[in-house]
């Protein structure tokens, strides 16, 4: 069997694939994250913890030889090790907004723009580079014991393997790689004041690096690929690497890629571009901070359970009787496709006649509406996937391919893990047909009517957002 491993925000997995990549069994392990004031931070113990402990159960549950496994995990952050790996202290999430005052200061002085003109990368408080700078502002003796500030997935392949600290093209292109050199631009960690801290920064493995396990979780000797991280792998897993095709990933973030072969680093700096094991192919990047965490805030405000969305769904009109959301919660404001640290989330229209129904299908609206901003701005003009939690809900998928107005095909099952197992077997020259590994399991498609409202509701939905954003502009000065 082939085994992909995926280690989230919130929950950390391991699936179970054969030869014509059918999903044999899946094993999960829910993880804490530590919220306040802004802070996200999470146990790196308890989350290689429950690798370890999935990967038992994994292999325990399917009696078959594991031929080789791949990994992936949640990006950006700064998960700080030892030599050993170990944690120098608990990681700083990609959620977190402690940064946010100096993301504030570089969106004023200039610094922002130039590192995306360099890099295509557009910073926001919870990547590497602002909150490097805040550590070694405020915690710089975390700094100084730290032997790398690697990603969540490079800490698990060091600790599964026992290989030095390493990274791959995927997670370093944020915010500090070079996409056309492959390699770390030197000029930019100099403007984030980090030349003193370089030698944190783990080397790049182009391509991912490998390594055999140790034994822990998984038999001594399986082989193991490091990466990519969690988008481009569910883009890999969805069958998404022809330029302008389009994922769209409707998880905890709503992430929207799109494959290209084109380096354009003009326009409003926003998202990323993200390297892929193909050099000159890039997925252009929108991976804004809304996605399911605020239609599940709204669920336990208005004690709805999940199960009920559907029916809630089916029974609310288009437009939800004039209730709007704009669907901004994340505690570092929005990433993607702009960036906003103070963006907050907004609620109009809304009465006493409201509805339950009303406030989750104007969100699950407003969350549409959002992703196809994101999509719009990394260039869909193909084929477009849909992915992750949300696809569980049949409901929420007619809702969204109405208000993207495009056929979705629907890719189910544990695609991080897939593409994750298809990188590894590339590495290793093991032959998988990824046309059957990446085949959808359903297409959704718009209805005509439907699709006509939504067009003037986006537009509507631009117009409010533009007034918020010049609100939250205001806020900073």
Not at 108 to 120: H, I
Not at 319 to 328: D, E, I, K, Q, T
Not at 374 to 383: D, I, K, P, R, V
Request: charged letters at 20%; one cysteine or more.
């Amino acid at each position: 069997m082939y085994v992909g491993i995926d280690v989230g925000t919130s929950v950390v997995k391991a699936a179970a694939f054969d030869p014509g990549g059918r999903q044999l069994a899946v094993e999960s392990r829910p993880v804490g994250l530590e919220l306040r004031d802004g802070v996200v931070e999470q146990d790196m113990e308890e989350v290689y913890g429950a690798v370890v402990a999935v990967l038992r159960a994994l292999t325990s549950a399917v009696a078959e030889p594991v031929e080789l496994t791949g990994l992936t995990g949640q990006g950006d952050g700064v998960w700080l090790v030892d030599a050993e790996g170990r944690p120098v202290r608990a990681a700083a999430s990609w959620m977190d907004g402690r940064a946010h005052e100096l993301v504030d200061r570089w969106l004023a002085d200039g610094t922002f723009e130039t590192v995306f003109r360099r890099t295509g990368s557009a910073m926001f408080p919870g990547c590497p580079g602002p909150l490097l700078a805040w550590l070694d502002s405020h915690e710089p003796k975390a700094l100084d014991a730290a032997r790398a500030a690697l990603y969540c997935k490079d800490v698990v392949f060091q600790r599964l393997t026992g290989a030095g600290p390493t990274t791959d093209v995927s997670d370093a292109s944020m915010p500090f790689l070079d996409p056309r050199t492959r390699t770390y631009d030197n000029r930019v960690v100099e403007l984030l004041g980090l030349t003193h801290r370089r030698g944190l920064l783990a080397p790049v493995s182009d391509p991912v690096a490998t390594a055999p396990a140790r034994g822990e979780g998984l038999p001594s000797g399986t082989r193991i690929a490091n990466g990519p991280y969690d988008l481009p792998a569910c883009a890999l897993g969805a069958g998404v690497t022809s330029p302008g095709d389009g994922l769209l990933i409707v998880g905890t973030c709503l992430a929207s890629l799109v494959a290209t072969t084109e380096l354009d680093l003009t326009g409003e700096p926003a998202g990323l571009y993200i390297s892929t094991d193909r050099p000159g192919h890039w997925l252009r990047a929108m991976p804004a901070m809304v996605g399911t965490a605020a239609l599940d805030w709204v669920l336990s405000t208005t004690g709805v359970r999940h199960e009920e969305v559907d029916g809630l769904l089916e029974r609310t009109p288009p437009g939800a009787h004039g209730v709007r959301v704009l669907p901004y919660f994340a505690p570092s404001g929005e990433r993607a496709p702009f960036v906003e640290p103070r963006l907050r989330a907004e609620l109009t229209g809304v009465s006493l006649e409201s509805t339950r129904g009303d406030l989750v299908r104007a969100t699950c609206e407003g969350i549409g509406y959002a992703a196809r901003h994101c999509l719009e701005a990394a260039g869909l003009t193909g084929s477009l996937a849909v992915c992750g939690g949300g696809t569980r809900s049949p409901a929420w998928m007619r809702l969204l391919a109405d208000v993207l107005g495009r056929p979705l095909r629907v890719v189910e099952g544990e695609v991080g893990a897939r593409g994750a197992v298809l990188a590894a077997a590339e590495r290793y020259g093991v032959p998988l047909d990824a046309a059957g590994w990446t085949r959808p399991t359903d297409v959704v498609e718009p209805d005509a009517g439907r699709a006509a409202f939504y067009a003037e509701g986006y537009e509507e939905h631009l117009d409010r957002l533009t007034r918020a954003r010049a609100r939250a502009a205001r806020s900073r000065t």
